[in-house]
C-alpha cells in the first residue's frame, strides 16, 4: 500500500505529538466540569483519532459512535449526509465533543451538530484530526460553549491513512498521505 502514496505529509511521530498537543488543550479547557464528557466518534474515518485522543485527554469521557454518510465510494461529498447510526449514549445536558477525521465542505458537521443539540446537548465542540477551510461550503455553529479542536490543517489532497480511507482502503496506515490520482481517478 505505501507505493499507492504519492507523498506523506504527516508522520506517525508528528501525528502523535499533535494529538498529544490537542488532548492537552481539551483539558485544560474541560478539566473543570463536574460530569464526564461525551466523546462522539464519527464513525469510521475517525476511529483511531478518537481512541488517541480519549487516551491522551485524561479526562473521565464516556465514549460513543454516530455514522454520518456522504460519500458512498467516491471523493467528493455527495452534499446531503445523512445518519445512518445513532449514538446510544443519552446527550441531554451533557458536554459532547464531536470527533471527527476530517472536515471539508462543513455538511456533515453541520448536520451532526444540529443532531446532537436537537437531543439536548448543552454544548457541542468538534475534534477533528484535519482541517481542509479551503473547501469549506457551509458554515457551522457550535452550541453553548462548544470550541474548534484541530490537529493539521490539510492542504487540498486526496488524504488516506490514521483512519481514513479511499473505498474502505488504506485506514491501517500509521501516518497521513496523499492518495496518487491514477488509484482513484
Not at 111 to 126: D, F, P, Q
Request: contains cysteine.
Amino acid at each position: 500500500m505505501d507505493g499507492h502514496i504519492e507523498k506523506i505529509l504527516w508522520t506517525e511521530e508528528q501525528i502523535s505529538d499533535r494529538v498529544s498537543e490537542v488532548a492537552s488543550q481539551i483539558f485544560h479547557d474541560l478539566k473543570g466540569l463536574s460530569s464526564p464528557v461525551v466523546m462522539v466518534g464519527v464513525a469510521t474515518g475517525a476511529f483511531m483519532f478518537l481512541a488517541d485522543i480519549v487516551r491522551k485527554t485524561k479526562l473521565p469521557v464516556y465514549v460513543d459512535f454516530i455514522r454520518a454518510e456522504s460519500y458512498g465510494f467516491g471523493t467528493e461529498s455527495n452534499g446531503a449526509p445523512r445518519i445512518s447510526s445513532d449514538v446510544k449514549v443519552d446527550v441531554k445536558g451533557k458536554h459532547v465533543i464531536l470527533v471527527e477525521d476530517i472536515v471539508d465542505t462543513g455538511n456533515t458537521l453541520s448536520c451532526l451538530i444540529s443532531h446532537l443539540e436537537s437531543k439536548g446537548a448543552c454544548s457541542v465542540s468538534v475534534c477533528t484530526f484535519l482541517d481542509k477551510p479551503s473547501r469549506r461550503k457551509v458554515h457551522f455553529d457550535l452550541v453553548g460553549e462548544g470550541k474548534f479542536y484541530w490537529g493539521f490543517e490539510c492542504p487540498d489532497y486526496f488524504v488516506v491513512g490514521y483512519g481514513m480511507d479511499f473505498a474502505e482502503l488504506y485506514r491501517n496506515l500509521p501516518y497521513v498521505g496523499v492518495l496518487k490520482p491514477e488509484l482513484y481517478k
